[in-house]
Every structure is written in structure tokens, then in C-alpha cells.
């Protein structure tokens, strides 16, 4: 039987609050024996405040080897897969320091107790180090519980969406409606959805409509008027009025799905710079047990009296200061919290290879159509020659536009329009309808392949299209062609319009650009980023497009399995290249760029071929994606940084460096005090992230 999607992320969730529970379970219970058996290696604490017997009772060497036994070997268990590392495959991580060190401490600690004449027959008097040894293991888990509260806290999106998705859907089956769970919806249900409620699963509107909030997916805050024939996302919520829609996509198909399903393949992969520190990491145990070995040979034979103890406890304070922690969170937690802050933009990061070359991108190539434009034509200019006809001199078409009053001849090419579906008839049909113009019944309408559309309205003729359909009509159309020439120019396509055997004026479609689509180039083009477009489109128009968003450079008249090749020349001259695109032709360049960024608008295709999905239409989340991508590698920067400085300074301390000028040695139990800090620090370095301004 399969688990229901909602009850398998429900049960991920529920294992991931069992471990931390467990870790704090362990915290708290390793906090309590550490002081304790604090107490009791400081017994002139207790004295000093009148509790002289049990201070005598807690300072028993037995009953501090008892305390610390689960400490070291419950509390402490996790780290010891670094040491069956070690032993098994001759390998090391960081865990191997946590066991080896803390080891040393408690075992020497326990031959002290057990059998204290060992060191006594050298005239030595042994010391307890139970409390290093618990103490260190508490507080390497304290750092160990912080991180993972963080990572808890970076998968907030993802919670926060998943709780998003509707529990139940009112299915219609055989005419009778009935509420379902939302698990047992099937692709081709018909689902009614109200005012108010979520939509369950993804699909098409069949019938009614609604006001659609979908800042979901999208991040945008209005929401959206759907109609018949519009699709509509899964766990996105009708604000307003009633429809029916049809069901498209269902369980791990759905667009909410997806977007889990991107940012937890993220948060669970590493980065070029990741995989970087742990070679480094690699290198540096061994490194660190050659200077834990030089150290105790140097101290035991040269060292002061007892030398033995001196040997020991500078050894352990060089096992324990060196412990790689930091460097091992430095970069997860700064890529968590990065691919989380994404995911609260609705920028989706499907790896953290693509979240870092971002940062690194020299130049950007925006693909035109439905990425920089909206991808569908609509009607810009309407241009209506004077009943006389006669000819004017040149002018601008904005001088020859007509403002909200509709030209006469607008509901006859109405009437042709709505009976074609062909984009631009469509998008002369909906401007028709924009204007409330009543649209009269065409008869004898004719699609010529290639120039336009011919038909009668009221027993006149009526044409709409290219020259080519006026030449053959025998139409003149010179007084238009002025005009006709300056729309071309500026990346419009004109229609002209004939009635009657009469060039009556021009009607000019294009793929509008999207609103925000000059602002991002712009921002783009300050962050110091090579802007450039690439369409299938003329070289006149496409350079009409540029010009207006001041893009750097044009790649006009580029077929679609170009577009991949574009890429790689680009790349070839030395350069990061990142990709912008939202369709299937778009999928080989998105996927050859160095980072390819997919807009949620888009195929499904697009999408799985990109590193970066943004699921806001907006542009300015390409600025905000780039923005994040450089915060995160600052942090991760610092925290490598920090890490590294860290050991480099502290490990000839506690290999005793300063002994000989000052006397000065690092207490096992302080060093396990300040890489505990250095790792928290680390982990609270990532999480300034939350707070990094990006948009």
C-alpha cells in the first residue's frame, strides 16, 4: 500500500523531531553528570558554601568514573563512527578527534582510579580528568544540537508549503459531488472549488471562475483572474468566486510537489567549496595526529615533572582544540539557510553547485520570448487613416493612435479575428473584447496561410494581414507603409486593415514586454554583469527589443538547437554563462550554461534542465537570485575563514608554545569550551542569512 504524500512528509517530519528530541534528550542529560561531576572535581566549591560532606561523597574517584561512563559512552556515542572510521578503514573525520581525545582524557582518568600505583611508582600523583572528558562531550553536542536546530529551522519554506496543500477535494463522479481526500483524486476528475478554498491538486478550469491567490508559487501578493481554459496550482487558494476544474497533475506531480522535491535535493547537496573542505579536512586529521604525537613525545621527554601528565593533557588539548567542527558546518549551514531563504522568495535551488558558480557568472543570456517578453502577442497600436484617405506626411504612430475610442472598422476585423486561432488574430480579438465593442457575425472567412485573414461583415469585404494578402487582393496600402516601416522597427508586427476594397488603417501586435523586464537588465548590468539577448527573431526587430531594455549585446535569428551552441561559444571565450529561458527549445542551452535559470512559467522541461527555478514571472528574481547567491558565499567565506584560523592559532597553544616564555598552557576542558564556540559561531554566522537584503 503506498503512503499518501502528505503522510510520508508528515512522517519525515515526525523521525527528524525524534532525533532532535533524542539529542536533546542527551544534551540535557549530559549537562547534568558534567556538573555534577564538576562539582566533584572541584570540591572546594561545595566547601567553600558549608556543603563539606557531600563535596567529600561527589570528589570519590569511582563515583566520577560512574557518572562519567555515560557521558562518555551514551551521550557521546555518535562520535565514535570516527573512530571505527579510523580503525576499519584507516580513514579520519572529525569525529575521530571528538573520540580520541576525549578517550585519552576518561582512560587515563579510569587507570588513575583503578590502578593509581602505575603512577605513583614514578613519584607521580595522578589526576582525575573525568570532567574534561564529560565536559567536552557536552559541549561538542551542545554545537552538534544548535546545528541541528538550524537545519530545522532552514527547511521552515518547505513546512510551511507542504502545510499549504489541501487536505480534501469536492469531486464530481457519475453527477454526484462528494468531498474526497485528496489522495484519491485521479487525473480527469472534475473538482469544484469555492470562494475561500484551496485548490487541491493542479489542473484546468473547465467552467466558472475565480480570483486566484497564487503568491504560493509565485511571491506575488495580487491575486490572479482565472477564467475557463486557465490552469490553476495545487494548495494556491480562490479568494474569490466559484469553478470548476479538471484535474491534471496529482500526487508527486504537482507543482508544490516539485518545489519540495527542488529544495530538498538542495539542502541534501554539496558545493564545489563543500567538497573543497572536506579534502581539506581529510588532510588535516592525519596532520593533526602527527603534532598530537610530536607533542607527547616532546613533553614526555623533556618535559617538566610529572612529565607523563604534562604529555597527556597537552596531547588531549591538541586532539580536542584541532577537532574540525567549524570547518565541517561552514559550508552546509550557509547553503541551508541560502536554498531556504530561495524558497521563501520563490527561488527555487536544486543544487548547491548551481548556488555557488551564480556567484561567479560573468554574463547573463536572456532567452526573449516569455522570459524577457510575456509569450503571448497582444495589441500595442491601433492607427486609423482619415475617412479621406489622403496622404500625411511621416509621423511617429503614437500622433496617429486612437486613445480608448475604438475605430469604426474595429468590430468588423473583430468578427474575422474570433473566428481564427492564430496568436495574433486571438490577440486582436481580445482587444476587442477589452474595448466592449460589439462584435457583428463574418461570413465567407478565409485563413490564407501566411498573410492574414479575409471574409465579409455586412456585405463588404474585409481584410486583415500582411502586404501580401493586400497585393493579391489588389488593395493599396502606401499610405499605411510609413507607418507600417516604424512599428517593424521598433519590434511590432503590423496588420494592416482593409474594408471595402479600402486600406483603412493598421493594427499593430507584439510580445509586450514584461513590466520589470528594463529594471532587471538594468540592475543586472550594475552588478557588473554582461546582459545578453538571444531570440529567433529578425535582426531589426530584435535589436528594436534591445535597444529599449539597453541590453549589452543581440543574438538575433537563432534557431532553437542554436541556442546551446551560442552558449558554448560563449563559454569557450573564458567566461561564466548563465542561461535564461522558459520553454522546451530553451532546455539544451539552459543545461549546457554554467547555471541554467528556468522561469516557473514554463515547461516542465525548462525547469528540470536548470539549476535555479524561479517561480515569479518577475525578472527582478534573477537580481534577487544572484544577490543571494553572493551573500551566501560571503558567509561561507567568513565561516571557512573563522574555522581555519581558529586551529591555525590555537593548536600551538595547547601544544604547549607558549610554556616555555610564559607558563601558559591550554586546559583540555578550555579548548573544548572554545571550539564549541567556534562552531556555534559559525552556525550563527549562517543564519545571519535570514537578514541579508537581496531584493
Given at each position: 500500500m503506498t503512503t499518501p504524500p502528505h503522510d510520508h512528509a508528515a512522517m519525515l517530519r515526525e523521525r527528524k523531531a525524534a532525533e532532535l528530541r533524542a539529542l536533546w534528550r542527551k544534551l540535557v542529560v549530559g549537562a547534568v553528570l558534567s556538573a555534577i561531576i564538576m562539582l566533584g572535581a572541584f570540591p572546594q566549591l561545595l566547601r567553600a558554601v558549608g556543603l563539606g560532606a557531600v563535596a567529600d561523597v561527589l570528589a570519590q574517584p569511582i563515583l566520577l568514573f560512574l557518572l562519567t561512563l555515560p557521558v562518555q559512552f551514551w551521550v557521546g556515542a555518535q562520535f565514535y563512527q570516527g573512530l571505527w572510521l579510523l580503525v576499519r578503514y584507516r580513514s579520519a573525520d572529525m569525529n575521530t578527534l571528538i573520540a580520541v581525545g576525549t578517550l585519552a582524557a576518561f582512560s587515563y582518568s579510569a587507570v588513575a582510579t583503578f590502578a593509581p600505583q602505575i603512577f605513583t611508582r614514578g613519584g607521580l600523583t595522578p589526576d582525575l580528568y573525568y570532567d574534561t572528558a564529560a565536559v567536552i562531550i557536552t559541549l561538542i553536542l551542545l554545537g552538534r544540537y544548535l546545528e541541528a536546530r538550524a537545519k530545522a529551522g532552514t527547511g521552515e519554506a518547505i513546512r510551511k508549503l507542504m502545510g499549504l496543500q489541501a487536505r480534501t477535494a469536492r469531486v464530481r463522479r457519475d453527477g454526484v459531488e462528494q468531498d474526497v481526500p485528496v489522495e484519491s483524486v485521479i487525473i480527469g476528475d472534475e473538482i469544484i472549488v469555492r470562494a475561500g478554498e484551496k485548490i487541491p491538486v493542479d489542473g484546468a478550469i473547465i467552467a466558472g471562475a475565480g480570483s486566484v491567490d497564487e503568491s504560493m508559487v509565485t511571491g506575488e501578493s495580487m491575486p490572479v483572474e482565472k477564467g475557463a481554459g486557465a490552469t490553476v496550482v495545487g494548495a494556491t487558494v480562490n479568494r474569490a468566486g466559484n469553478f470548476t476544474m479538471r484535474a491534471m497533475k496529482i500526487g508527486k506531480d504537482t507543482m508544490l510537489q516539485q518545489i519540495i522535491r527542488l529544495v530538498q535535493n538542495a539542502q541534501g547537496s554539496k558545493a564545489p567549496i563543500q567538497r573543497l573542505a572536506d579534502r581539506v579536512s581529510g588532510v588535516f586529521v592525519p596532520i593533526v595526529f602527527g603534532i598530537a604525537a610530536v607533542t607527547f613525545m616532546v613533553w614526555f621527554v623533556w618535559g617538566p615533572a610529572p612529565a607523563l601528565t604534562f604529555a597527556l593533557l597537552n596531547t588531549v588539548g591538541v586532539l580536542i582544540i584541532a577537532c574540525p567542527c567549524a570547518?565541517?558546518?561552514?559550508?552546509?549551514?550557509?547553503?541551508?539557510?541560502?536554498?531556504?531563504?530561495?524558497?521563501?522568495?520563490?527561488?527555487?535551488?536544486?543544487?548547491?553547485?548551481?548556488?555557488?558558480?551564480?556567484?561567479?557568472?560573468?554574463?547573463?543570456?536572456?532567452?526573449?520570448?516569455?522570459?524577457?517578453?510575456?509569450?503571448?502577442?497582444?495589441?500595442?497600436?491601433?492607427?486609423?487613416?482619415?475617412?479621406?484617405?489622403?496622404?500625411?506626411?511621416?509621423?511617429?504612430?503614437?500622433?496617429?493612435?486612437?486613445?480608448?475610442?475604438?475605430?469604426?472598422?474595429?468590430?468588423?476585423?473583430?468578427?474575422?479575428?474570433?473566428?481564427?486561432?492564430?496568436?495574433?488574430?486571438?490577440?486582436?480579438?481580445?482587444?476587442?473584447?477589452?474595448?466592449?465593442?460589439?462584435?457583428?457575425?463574418?461570413?465567407?472567412?478565409?485563413?490564407?496561410?501566411?498573410?492574414?485573414?479575409?471574409?465579409?461583415?455586412?456585405?463588404?469585404?474585409?481584410?486583415?494581414?500582411?502586404?501580401?494578402?493586400?497585393?493579391?487582393?489588389?488593395?493599396?496600402?502606401?499610405?499605411?507603409?510609413?507607418?507600417?516601416?516604424?512599428?517593424?522597427?521598433?519590434?511590432?508586427?503590423?496588420?494592416?486593415?482593409?474594408?471595402?476594397?479600402?486600406?483603412?488603417?493598421?493594427?499593430?501586435?507584439?510580445?509586450?514586454?514584461?513590466?520589470?523586464?528594463?529594471?532587471?537588465?538594468?540592475?543586472?548590468?550594475?552588478?557588473?554583469?554582461?546582459?545578453?539577448?538571444?531570440?529567433?527573431?529578425?535582426?531589426?526587430?530584435?535589436?528594436?527589443?534591445?535597444?529599449?531594455?539597453?541590453?549589452?549585446?543581440?543574438?538575433?535569428?537563432?534557431?532553437?538547437?542554436?541556442?546551446?551552441?551560442?552558449?558554448?561559444e560563449l563559454k569557450a571565450g573564458g567566461k561564466r554563462v548563465a542561461m535564461v529561458g522558459d520553454g522546451i527549445n530553451d532546455a539544451p542551452a539552459l543545461a549546457a550554461a554554467d547555471v541554467g535559470i528556468a522561469m516557473g512559467t514554463g515547461t516542465d522541461v525548462a525547469m528540470e534542465s536548470a539549476g535555479i527555478t524561479l517561480m515569479r514571472g518577475d525578472l527582478m528574481a534573477i537580481v534577487e537570485a544572484i544577490r543571494l547567491s553572493r551573500a551566501t558565499m560571503r558567509h561561507i567565506v567568513q565561516n571557512l575563514f573563522w574555522a581555519f584560523g581558529y586551529n591555525v592559532v590555537l593548536i600551538p597553544v595547547a601544544a604547549g608554545i607558549l610554556y616555555p616564555l610564559t607558563g601558559t598552557l591550554l586546559n583540555p576542558m578550555l579548548a573544548a569550551g572554545a571550539m564549541a564556540f567556534s562552531s556555534v559561531s559559525v552556525v550563527l554566522n549562517s543564519l545571519r542569512l535570514k537578514r541579508a537584503r537581496i531584493a
Open positions: 570547518l565541517g558546518l561552514a559550508t552546509p549551514t550557509a547553503v541551508m539557510v541560502g536554498v531556504g531563504r530561495g524558497a521563501e522568495r520563490g527561488i527555487l535551488i536544486k543544487d548547491a553547485e548551481a548556488l555557488e558558480l551564480l556567484q561567479k557568472v560573468q554574463t547573463i543570456v536572456l532567452d526573449k520570448t516569455g522570459t524577457l517578453t510575456q509569450g503571448t502577442p497582444a495589441v500595442t497600436d491601433v492607427i486609423a487613416l482619415p475617412p479621406t484617405h489622403t496622404p500625411t506626411p511621416p509621423r511617429p504612430p503614437s500622433q496617429r493612435e486612437v486613445g480608448n475610442q475604438a475605430p469604426e472598422w474595429l468590430p468588423a476585423i473583430a468578427a474575422l479575428a474570433a473566428r481564427s486561432t492564430h496568436p495574433l488574430s486571438q490577440a486582436v480579438a481580445a482587444h476587442a473584447v477589452a474595448k466592449r465593442v460589439t462584435v457583428p457575425e463574418a461570413s465567407d472567412v478565409t485563413e490564407v496561410a501566411g498573410q492574414g485573414l479575409m471574409g465579409r461583415v455586412d456585405g463588404a469585404q474585409v481584410l486583415l494581414g500582411n502586404a501580401a494578402l493586400f497585393a493579391n487582393a489588389h488593395v493599396d496600402i502606401a499610405p499605411l507603409q510609413t507607418d507600417a516601416y516604424a512599428l517593424a522597427e521598433h519590434g511590432k508586427t503590423p496588420l494592416y486593415v482593409g474594408v471595402g476594397g479600402t486600406a483603412v488603417g493598421i493594427i499593430a501586435v507584439a510580445d509586450t514586454l514584461k513590466p520589470t523586464s528594463k529594471d532587471a537588465v538594468a540592475a543586472l548590468r550594475a552588478l557588473g554583469i554582461e546582459v545578453i539577448m538571444v531570440t529567433g527573431d529578425h535582426a531589426v526587430t530584435a535589436q528594436a527589443i534591445a535597444r529599449e531594455l539597453g541590453m549589452d549585446r543581440v543574438l538575433a535569428e537563432v534557431k532553437p538547437e542554436e541556442k546551446a551552441e551560442k552558449i558554448a
